[in-house]
């Protein structure tokens, strides 16, 4: 069984367009996270949500909008894509009780945005 | 606030070789850091975290570092690579669990090996 998983993996679509990725972790965890990876490899913070609440919103635009509907599943949506928002897009998961704040990823979202 | 700075975005070390990827931190708390390697078209995978337990961590595949807190550094060592090391390895940090936890990451290092 895979930990955390992402739908879909691969997404290929038009500027203006509006797509989801949904994810799901079956660890129990109760805190879970989107972060964008860029073409330059580089992976930064988007959002995290513990127990369905909006903990950490890093100033994302306002067009990216997560929702959790459960403390196992985390979605985002994404409205008038952009070619800047072409990234992977991965998922993770935590457990606030765990002292070293150790992430669980998964497999990531491939967006590109033509 | 807290960061990590990898120096070197390539590395290339020959099969057998040495393997050493850098690894500095910045943070006003003690830090938790960690290394994660993420393959071609994979996700993230943790290989060994620093939970102040001890300064020497052993991770998987072979790979371990050292956390040295008068260098603000935690390099990731390997004493012989393989072929099936090749792949991107990331540093991070965390100022600890709870709810506002979120790990920075460095820009990552490409490590190829050279058969």
């Known amino acids: 069984d895979t930990a955390v998983s992402q739908t879909p993996k691969y997404l290929v679509t038009q500027m203006g367009n509006d797509k989801s990725i949904k994810c799901e972790q079956n660890l129990g965890h109760d805190t879970m996270y989107w972060y964008k990876q860029d073409s330059k490899k580089f992976l930064k913070i988007m959002f995290s949500?513990?127990?369905?609440?909006?903990?950490i919103n890093e100033t994302v635009p306002n067009r990216f909008s997560p929702k959790s509907p459960d403390k196992a599943h985390l979605n985002l949506h994404i409205n008038s894509l952009e070619l800047g928002d072409s990234a992977v897009y991965f998922c993770a998961s935590s457990l606030s009780g765990a002292y070293t704040g150790e992430l669980f990823f998964g497999e990531g979202s491939r967006l590109t945005v033509l | 606030a807290q960061s990590v700075t990898q120096l070197g975005s390539h590395v290339s070390v020959s099969e057998g070789a040495l393997v050493l990827l850098r690894c500095n931190y910045s943070?006003?708390?003690?830090?938790?850091l960690f290394w994660y390697v993420q393959y071609p078209n994979q996700g993230l995978q943790l290989l060994l975290k620093?939970?102040?337990?001890?300064?020497l961590v052993k991770g998987i595949n072979g790979f371990e570092a050292e956390f040295k807190k008068s260098e603000t550094s935690f390099h990731l060592t390997k004493p012989s690579a393989h072929m099936s090391d090749a792949a991107e390895y990331f540093c991070?940090?965390?100022?600890?669990?709870?709810?506002?936890?979120?790990?920075?990451f460095g820009t990552g290092t490409l490590l190829a090996v050279q058969p």
């Open positions: 949500y513990n127990n369905k609440e909006l903990i």
């Open positions: 943070s006003s708390v003690p830090p938790y």
């Open positions: 620093y939970t102040s337990a001890a300064t």
């Open positions: 991070a940090v965390s100022d600890g669990g709870g709810a506002t936890n979120k790990l920075i």
